[in-house]
Each structure stands twice: as structure tokens, then as C-alpha cells.
């Protein structure tokens, strides 16, 4: 009997989904950006509009209070024939540079200290550091006290030893060092940290070749720390550079009381009055926002100018 042959059913084709397209860009991240969109928006709104606004502000003359009136390039040209301004420049200067090559120094050779120490590494650190994190306007007012006239500490050792006293917050020289000294106990234990952070970099293979080679401790130094240490040094060199001739509190508050002018006057003879006390005496003294707006810019190019310069002479020792 003839067998009837089983019907084969096709097979299942199962329908493909729809192709979708990936997303691409911003679309796949929104949710990260949006995340991160706070600081953005902060940065926007206290960064880059103030920025915007202060050099469109230095093209007008404005006393904060009336319309703004066209002013042009004058402002500038003003600028750059204002002995008072260029006067500031020269005291900014000489103040940074006598606070900030004792200062690096100073920190480099604490930082040497440091790394050698055997105990209470952490107790040091935190010592060094402290003055760092102290506020500014505390440290100036007892750094007043300590080059007082009359009863200042640093007057009292000059008389213990037979010499005599300065007064320091009176004449030119005297205002300057004393803003320098204040500057260098303030970021030396700072900067001494990052010495000690780059030192902690350096092979301690180095120091064994160089200590069977017969080298001794200055040659060691000069041969292989400071060598290794040239990007740090360069790190230190452009911060402190940025930082030295923004100085404003410190000799604000140290030479308040020293002068009958205005608070922004930087004490006697103006010897004290950095670029950016000028600023502040144009700006909030004067009322003349358009031309402290032009100052302002001033100033940006002045510390850009010396951060280019500072790099390149380390850069170029570091290639030689």
C-alpha cells in the first residue's frame, strides 16, 4: 500500500526589526553633558561674560552709574602714557622678584629637607603648608606688627644687636621688602610641597650611580636634582610669576593705615601701589570703570608677557 508523502511546511521567516540609525554626537552623551553643564554654564555666566563685558567696558567711559559713552581707543592711549600706571609696574616687579626668587630658593631647599627626613615627614609638611591656607588679610596685619616702627619685632632685633631701626613701612625700600617678606613665608612651604612631590619623581638609582662615582651632595644637586626638577621649576616659576603680579591684599591691608590717601594709595610715596591697587584706585577712587576696564587688560598683558618669558628661559636651559 502506496505511503501519501508528508506535507513540508515552510519555514518561519521571522520579521527583521526596522534598521535604526545610532545616534551620533551630543545625542548619544546628552546625558553626560548635561551632568557636567553646571560648571559650564558658572564658568559662562562669572568667566567669559564678565571678560567680554570688561573689554567692551574698556572702549567706553562709565562711573558705574550713568550711560555708557563711546571713548574709542583713548582710553588706551591714555594708558600708555600714564606715568602712575608704568610707576606701578616697577613697583609690581621689583616686589615679585624680590619675594619670588628668595621664595623658590627657599622652597626648593625645604623641599631637599623634607625628602631627607626620616620622622614626623607628615608633622613637617603640615607646618610648611599651614601658612599657605592662613588668610591673607590675618598674615598682613601681623606681619604690620612685626615692621612696626616703634615696636615692631624685626626693629627690636636690629637694636639687640647695635644697629638701627627702619622704618619699614614708611620709606620706599622698607614698604617693598616688607611686602616681599610676606609673600615668601607665604608660599614657600607651598611651593615646597611641589618641590617635594617632583624630588619623589627622581630614580633613586641616580643618587646610588652618582654616590659610587664618588659625587658629593652639591655635585649631586647641581648634576641631578635640579636637572629633574626643571619641569617642576618651571611650574613653580610661571605660577608664582602669575600670581606675584596680581598682589592686591597683601600690601592693601599691610599699608592701610600708613598714608592719608585713599586705601588703594599703597602707603608713602605711592611705593607700595602695585598694578593691581592702581586698578583699584582708578576703578572704585575714581569711578572711572571704562579706563580701570583698560588697565585690567593692561595688567593681563603684562603677566602674560612675563609667564612667555619665564618659560622660555627655562625652556631653553632645559633643551641645552
Do not use: C
Request: overall charge neutral; charged content about 10%; cysteine-free.
Amino acid at each position: 500500500m502506496a505511503t501519501v508523502p508528508a506535507l513540508e511546511r515552510p519555514p518561519v521567516v521571522l520579521a527583521e526589526p526596522p534598521a535604526t540609525r545610532p545616534k551620533k554626537g551630543w545625542r548619544k552623551y546628552w546625558h553626560l553633558y548635561a551632568a557636567i553643564s553646571p560648571f559650564y554654564l558658572l564658568f559662562l555666566a562669572f568667566g567669559l561674560v564678565p571678560v567680554g563685558f570688561s573689554l567692551y567696558l574698556s572702549f567706553h567711559r562709565w562711573d558705574g552709574l550713568g550711560s555708557m559713552e563711546w571713548a574709542g581707543l583713548s582710553q588706551y592711549q591714555y594708558l600708555v602714557g600714564d606715568s602712575d600706571f608704568w610707576s606701578s609696574i616697577g613697583n609690581t616687579i621689583v616686589i615679585w622678584a624680590l619675594a619670588t626668587f628668595p621664595m623658590i630658593f627657599l622652597a626648593m631647599v625645604t623641599a631637599v629637607l623634607l625628602n631627607s627626613a626620616v620622622r614626623f615627614k607628615n608633622v613637617y609638611r603640615f607646618a610648611y603648608f599651614l601658612p599657605n591656607v592662613t588668610s591673607v588679610v590675618a598674615i598682613a596685619i601681623v606681619f604690620g606688627s612685626v615692621f612696626s616702627t616703634n615696636f615692631g619685632l624685626v626693629n627690636a632685633l636690629l637694636r639687640a644687636v647695635g644697629l638701627d631701626q627702619v622704618a619699614w613701612l614708611n620709606t620706599p625700600w622698607g614698604i617693598k621688602v616688607a611686602i616681599a617678606t610676606l609673600m615668601t613665608w607665604q608660599w614657600v612651604g607651598y611651593n615646597a610641597i611641589i618641590f617635594l612631590a617632583g624630588l619623589q619623581t627622581v630614580p633613586s638609582e641616580l643618587y646610588e650611580a652618582a654616590r659610587v662615582d664618588g659625587a658629593g651632595p652639591v655635585q649631586t644637586f647641581f648634576r641631578i636634582t635640579l636637572p629633574m626638577l626643571r619641569p617642576t621649576l618651571l611650574f613653580v616659576l610661571v605660577v608664582s610669576t602669575v600670581t606675584g603680579l596680581q598682589s592686591f591684599t597683601e600690601a592693601q591691608v599691610l599699608l592701610q593705615n600708613t598714608s592719608n590717601e585713599s586705601t588703594f594709595s599703597g602707603g608713602p610715596g605711592h611705593a607700595g601701589r602695585t598694578m593691581v591697587l592702581y586698578f583699584f584706585q582708578q576703578t572704585f577712587d575714581n569711578n572711572d570703570f571704562g579706563y580701570g576696564a583698560a588697565v585690567a587688560w593692561g595688567i593681563f598683558l603684562v603677566v602674560v608677557i612675563f609667564s612667555i618669558i619665564n618659560w622660555r628661559l627655562v625652556q631653553r636651559r632645559d633643551e641645552d
